[in-house]
């Protein structure tokens, strides 16, 4: 061990070559440093502890050094070796980044550090910043579960931020998106903050911003992005947490670096010529070696995986073959022969710079073979695909467990819910408000003839825990790794005691390169976190 614990005096006491920066006056400690000649006598205050974390000088666990008591529910009969870990690494860095899968107790690790430092600092608050759908059902029901009354937590929705911000409480609980309330732009992007997002910015006791998913923050130029840089500025401990830091691309960690680093001054450009190279089709893919800088970039970050926590039955993806319709394949070819016709007449469409109509089609065809087509007023049109939905009666009667069907296309999702009937499924998608989702979420969960939760993919994506479910069928495939990555982990868990099985329906090779490039898109940010998950164990 570098160093020595004198209980005593409260010193912690390293060898003088350790951090000769204290005697070269370049790192400074508080309280009464006393030079021993071969050894120093430093304070073991938390700051002293930050200061030594952050010049890489091994010290020991605050927690521990504190008896932190780790308060939590009954149901719990101890933390994590990957919470205590996370916990200690979260109260020694202000400044981090935790990319941990899905079931690891990352919640409740932050809670923890939140805890602990507000213990160390009276009158100190917190505020975490979640998703819609996890707000209540993951944040507050975590709190409540936990601190058994001992921390308070206020959630901020719409119509009620202004009042609840004025509580007394120990958390305050937003949505992602709530941090742009007041703030204004006007024609060439200038931003005037006021309003409820000032009074974040104001708030000198809420010096704890706990961000969770931040990947949504990932687009540094968003409107969005630029007002949570601003409110993280005033605020010491910024921890962002996600999964997927890089569901695209290496380049993705631009937005989530300026996030908790505001003054990261590299632009998004200088970034893109780095980490890619365009190939011969036009398309911008990653360099040799680019997820490994985008790693070094997180840093300090930690990353636990889940089945350092628990035991997780395996996870297989298969593919169903379903025939196209006489109707598909008609419409099918009126897409192809408008594109052709678009090309006579523009040849500089057909050039592979032209993604954005590339897209459109794309889109189109995707729409088509899942059994719809949507207008230019986005009015969806039903195409027969009776075949798709045999397949799905097919997989239906493999299993009998609770399966979860996924789509992108609200209009597919409303054919699925009406084919299979309400009376056996619960819905969810995104305009469904959130009582109501969790309210349907919950009766799937618990209600044994609600067999079926047919979804929109993005509406799982956080927070969720379905592990009654041991299915997942892709109705269609989605375009946003992201969205792939983190619905398939809803079936995963503690809770989870069967190999889950995820369908992928497929009627075209356009839908099998589509799946693919999700896989792999997932494979290469795997690269990056197990580079920050060896890191961060070093």
């Given amino acids: 061990m570098p160093y020595s614990w004198h209980q005593d005096t409260g010193h912690l006491i390293y060898p003088a070559p350790s951090v000769m920066a204290w005697r070269a006056g370049q790192m400074p400690l508080a309280g009464r440093v006393v030079d021993l000649n071969t050894h120093v006598a430093i304070p073991a205050d938390l700051d002293n502890l930050q200061t030594l974390a952050a010049r890489g000088i091994v010290t020991p666990e605050p927690l521990s050094l504190w008896n932190y008591a780790w ?55 917190a505020m975490v910043w979640a998703s819609l759908s996890t707000l209540k059902d993951v944040w507050e029901r975590e709190i409540f579960a936990n601190f058994l009354g001992a921390r308070r937590c206020a959630l901020l929705t719409a119509g ?102 505001p003054l990261y001054g590299e632009s998004m450009r200088v970034l893109r010529t780095r980490f890619l190279i365009p190939t011969h089709s036009g398309k911008m893919e990653p360099k040799p070696g680019a997820y490994e800088e985008a790693a070094e970039m997180l840093r300090p970050a930690v990353r636990f995986k889940a089945a350092e926590c628990f035991d997780i039955p395996p996870q297989s993806i298969t593919y169903r073959y379903a025939e196209r319709t006489d109707a598909q394949n008609k419409v099918l070819r009126d897409l192809r022969q408008q594109a052709m016709a678009l090309i006579q007449v523009d040849p500089t469409l057909a050039k592979p710079a032209s993604v954005a109509n590339a ?102 994506k956080f927070g969720l825990d379905l592990a009654e479910a041991s299915v997942i069928v892709w109705f269609g495939p ?47 940010q795997d690269v990056l976190l197990k580079l920050i998950e060896e890191g961060g164990k070093k």
């Fill in 359 to 460: 897209a459109a089609l794309r889109i189109k065809t995707l729409q088509v073979l899942s059994g719809v087509i949507y207008d230019d007023d986005h009015t969806g049109h039903a195409i027969p695909a009776k075949p798709r939905y045999a397949v799905l009666n097919e997989i239906a009667a493999e299993t009998s467990d609770k399966v979860i069907i996924l789509s992108p296309f609200t209009s597919v999702l409303n054919a699925v819910k009406r084919y299979i009937g309400s009376d056996v499924c619960e819905y969810v998608d995104g305009t469904i408000t959130a009582g109501r989702r969790s309210e349907a979420i919950a009766n799937f969960k618990t209600n044994d003839k609600k067999r079926f939760l047919v979804a929109h993919p993005e509406v799982l």
């Fill in 160 to 261: 009620k931020r202004w009042d609840r911000l004025d509580s007394d409480v120990d958390f305050y609980i937003l949505n992602h998106d709530a941090v742009r309330d007041g703030v204004e732009f006007d024609e060439i992007g200038r931003m005037k903050i006021e309003g409820f997002a000032r009074e974040l910015m104001a708030r000198r006791d809420i010096q704890i911003c706990i961000c969770d998913e931040a990947s949504v923050f990932k687009d540094a130029s968003s409107h969005r992005s630029r007002v949570a840089r601003k409110i993280m500025l005033t605020k010491k401990y910024r921890w962002a947490m996600t999964g997927s830091p890089t569901p695209q691309s290496p380049t993705d960690i631009h937005g989530l670096r300026k996030l908790i680093e």
């Fill in 71 to 125: 308060p939590r529910s009954p149901a719990i009969k101890a933390p994590y070796k990957a919470q205590i870990v996370t916990a200690n690494l979260l109260t020694l860095h202000p400044q981090m980044y935790v990319l941990s899968e899905m079931r690891t107790g990352k919640t409740l690790s932050s809670l923890w550090a939140a805890d602990f430092i507000m213990r160390l600092n009276p009158g100190m608050r």
């Fill in 478 to 524: 989605t375009d946003k790794t992201e969205a792939w990555i983190q619905a398939n982990k809803r079936i995963c868990g503690p809770r989870q005691k069967k190999p889950t099985l995820v369908v992928c329906v497929e009627s075209h090779s356009l839908e099998r390169e589509v799946y693919e490039r999700l896989q792999n898109r997932a494979d290469m």
